[in-house]
């Protein structure tokens, strides 16, 4: 049986995964959000009041779905509410845009959101609250571990293996087999071709010009 579901959170993502969730027709009781947001409703879903509203539910009347985002050096709320309201026996549900081509192989664990247009081919194993944003390519055999944020049009090849509270920016990519240690960051629009250790930032490759030598032509 599907539950009514609960949105942590009032921006971006959120709204993202509003229209997630209407693709899948999960009824959804309104989003949380502490602060003030522009009007009373976010794209016509009501909000409930702070995240306190949790608890006027118990655990298995509800889940969670988890609309606090990610980026690099913010202050780690998303991995905080997850495991607070965890702790608390909340269950965050399992987001997969329909919109996404899944393999059946492909194994997510709790929370885990796959965004529109995502594509993840066979084996491929995605670990807890972990987001696969849109129209990244998450390749076969691929390992990705926990709170991981895959952004946007991100390239991941065969077997690839990334470490908890990775995040990897924008259209970056990575060939097959590159292992990326936990806690590093990789930049937009990188290319990854070697492993990368923990805790490391890989910056992309700056683009540079040159004026042509037009009197040699
Ligand atoms: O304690 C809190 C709390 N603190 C801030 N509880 C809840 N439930 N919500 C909280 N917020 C709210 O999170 C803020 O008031 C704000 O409405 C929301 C964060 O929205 P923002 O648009 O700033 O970021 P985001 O996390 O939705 O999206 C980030 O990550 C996405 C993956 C952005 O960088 C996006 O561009 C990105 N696509």
Partial sequence: MIKPLILLGGGGHAKVLIEVLQRLHHPLLGFLDPYPVMGSTLLGVPKLGGDEVVNNYQPNEIELVNGIGSVPNDRGLRISLFKAFSAQG????????????????????????????????????????????????????????????????????????????????????????????????????????????????????????????????
């Fill in 90 to 217: 909340y269950v965050f549900k399992t987001v997969l845009d329909p919109t996404a081509l899944i393999s059946p192989s492909a194994q997510f664990m709790t929370g885990v959101q796959v965004m529109a247009g995502v594509i993840i081919q066979a084996d491929a194993k995605i670990a807890t609250n972990s987001i696969i944003n849109t129209g990244a390519i998450v390749e076969h055999d691929c390992r990705i571990g926990e709170h991981v944020h895959i952004a946007p049009g991100v390239v991941l090849s065969g077997g690839v293996e990334v470490g908890d509270h990775v995040h990897i920016g924008t259209g970056a990519i990575v060939i097959q087999g590159i292992k990326i240690g936990a806690g590093s960051v990789i930049g937009a629009g990188s290319v990854v071709m070697r492993d990368v250790a923990s805790n490391q930032i890989v910056y992309p490759a700056r683009s540079h010009t040159q004026a042509i030598n037009t009197h040699e032509k």
